[in-house]
């Protein structure tokens, strides 16, 4: 799915990126009749208020559509200031870390009967073979390390 990966990023951005793209998803692929897979691309900080993270979704993260009401509600700067934003992350370290762990939570709440997997690496770097091999959306991980060494 659609997602930002700036670990700071302003939290309504990130809800709509990361939470609302997953209910879009999901919708269309509702209406596929041959689908075979819903792949959710998380990540493994979601949880990091736990010390051992086992192959389950938890719970704790909040109701992503509150989350998404809420983001629709508020005044945009309000809501992204550094204070209010802490207080709705919660235990979470920053923005992309509680909005992966709300779209994984949209998943078990609307996915219904979708054949869904979700995935949890620890990063994501440039692409293998597809779209073209090299291919990134941006430099803000360990791509932009590597691609500086290479000048």
Not at 4 to 32: H, Y
Not at 51 to 65: F, L, M, Q
């Amino acid at each position: 799915s659609a997602a930002t990966v700036n670990f700071n990023e302003a939290l309504t951005k990130a809800v709509n990126l990361n939470v609302v793209a997953v209910f879009t998803i999901m919708e269309i692929c509702k209406k596929m009749k041959k689908l075979e897979a819903l792949v959710h691309v998380s990540t493994a900080y979601c949880n990091t208020q736990f010390k051992h993270i086992e192959e389950e979704i938890y719970d704790v993260n909040g109701d992503p559509a509150a989350i998404i009401n809420l983001c629709n509600r508020m005044d945009p700067s309000l809501l992204n200031s550094p204070k209010m934003t802490a207080q709705i992350i919660g235990n979470k370290p920053n923005t992309y870390a509680f909005t992966k762990a709300l779209g994984e939570s949209a998943l078990v709440a609307e996915g219904g009967s979708l054949p869904i997997v979700i995935v949890r690496p620890s990063i994501v770097i440039a692409a293998w073979k597809e779209p073209l091999p090299g291919w990134v959306e941006n430099l803000s991980t360990t791509t932009g390390i590597i691609a500086g060494f290479g000048k």
